[in-house]
């Protein structure tokens, strides 16, 4: 009894199919269809709570792969309509306007905006602020950050409204979000820094002290996705 049983295991074992390396070639297409289904939901999702800056982000990516080009993007009709507005009001020594990995970046020189040791915005600085807030508001998205960052030099400074140069800093950037939000840009994009000396601009080779103070006294405006 007991070997026919075991005889019996033994059929059973021989009735086994035996996979050999070409009949598991359908495990390679079953992942491939696996991964551009992930690949699928992943986009769905960075889309699905339609966050613009992720849209552009996107739409930036797919352009670029496709056609080895970046596209046009809200960012660089932020940058354009700067620009343009730089040239033709001849502010080239008083503001000026790049691409970063994040966004757009408009930086102010300190005696545009202010005079030394003061964080109120200068009368004759308010037309041009007002345009640059014009061309924030009509090219930028909703969804679109909009950061202010005081930065002051080096040198000290200790009143009775500014004990040092991170009240001043911070001021300063305070203000201009208030202007910003005086001209329609919504509080919910908005945000105010204050760094005071703490993040100089990179020196050049041949600039003096007095220059590269000149330089670090500045206003910077981000436009950045969330």
Known sequence: MTESVSNKHRSLRRRRPNFDDS???WLVT????????LAFFVMIL??????QGKVEA????LSEMMTGEAPPTPFTDIKSGLEDLIEQQGLQDQVSVTL???GVKIEF??????QSGSADIKTDAIPTL???TRVIRETSHKTHMVEVEGHTDDVPIHTEKFPSNWELSSVRATNVVKYLLAQGIEKERLKAAGYADSRPKENEA???IEQQRQGNRRVVVFVRRY
């Open 58 to 61: 996107l739409k930036e990516g």
């Open 206 to 208: 041949n600039a003096s």
């Open 130 to 132: 007002k345009e640059v």
């Open 109 to 114: 020189a300190n005696v545009a905006l202010y």
């Open 100 to 102: 970063d990995a994040k």
């Open 46 to 51: 960075s889309v699905s709570d339609l966050n």
């Open 23 to 25: 009949s598991s070639s």
């Open 30 to 37: 079953y992942s491939d269809a696996i991964t551009l289904l």
